[in-house]
């Protein structure tokens, strides 16, 4: 049923992954060989500029128990262009199993 709404579908990247990412400090990257550069940090007080936490936490949530709020920025290089900058991030812990988040 998915397939059926799609246009166009591209042929898989198989390509290496770096992936560096410290839950607590709210800051990650992601880099997959010329295709894929993200980075993540914490949010910014709008005043100070300090680096200011903010968490959701969901005690029976089905993704993550808890996730840190962040700031990403961007860019998607192959077949569907992206760029973004100082959009919406989240940190968060996953263990998830075909029944959902392993508690």
């Known amino acids: 049923m998915f397939a059926g709404t799609l246009d166009e579908v591209h042929e898989p990247a198989f390509e290496p992954i770096e992936i560096d990412i410290d839950v607590e400090a709210r800051r990650g990257s992601v880099k997959v060989n010329g295709l894929i550069e993200m980075t993540g940090e914490p949010i910014r007080n709008p005043v100070t500029g300090n680096e200011h936490r903010a968490r959701i936490e969901l005690p029976n949530g089905f993704e993550y128990s808890v996730a840190e709020m962040g700031s990403?920025?961007?860019?998607?290089?192959?077949?569907i262009k992206l760029?973004?900058?100082?959009?919406y991030g989240q940190f968060a812990h996953l263990h998830l199993s075909h029944n959902g988040i392993v508690r």
């Not at 760029?83 to 959009?87: E, I, L, N």
């Open 83 to 87: 760029a973004f900058k100082d959009s």
């Open 72 to 79: 990403a920025s961007g860019t998607a290089k192959g077949p």
